[in-house]
């Protein structure tokens, strides 16, 4: 039998992985305070991150959690995934558009041409 404490733990190491290979200075939360309302992972500015790595999705409810938990100036997010899948992000639209639109505002103009062909 997996347990799920341990599975979750592996899941945050994970996740926080993934942000190291990217550059960013990102760890498990709980390991170093145990408080209730601290991120699974931090180290990532501006983001609130629960991750859960578990096949059945209760996607509203992590999200709750993540909204309750975060700190003013945090977008919430879950990082997810079930068993052999890749991992998701989840977070509220209102939070995506804004990203989206910091992104966009920085692509060059050579590419934005070519999304016009298409």
């Known amino acids: 039998m997996v347990n799920r404490r341990e599975k979750g733990k592996r899941y945050e190491r994970h996740v926080a992985g993934l942000f190291k290979s990217e550059g960013y200075n990102a760890r498990r939360g ?4 145990g ?9 990532v500015k501006g983001m609130h991150i629960e991750c859960k790595h578990q096949e059945r999705m209760q996607l509203y409810d992590w999200m709750a959690q993540a909204k309750a938990d975060a ?6 997010c879950v990082i997810h995934r079930r068993n052999n899948c890749a991992d998701l992000v989840t977070m509220e639209f209102n939070e995506w558009i804004k990203l989206y639109r910091a992104w966009e505002a920085d692509v060059p103009e050579e590419v934005r041409k070519v999304w016009r062909k298409e």
Request: proline letters at 5%.
């Open 30 to 33: 709980q390991q170093y305070s």
């Open 35 to 43: 408080a209730n309302g601290d991120a699974d992972v931090i180290g």
């Open 71 to 76: 700190r003013e100036g945090e977008i919430p």
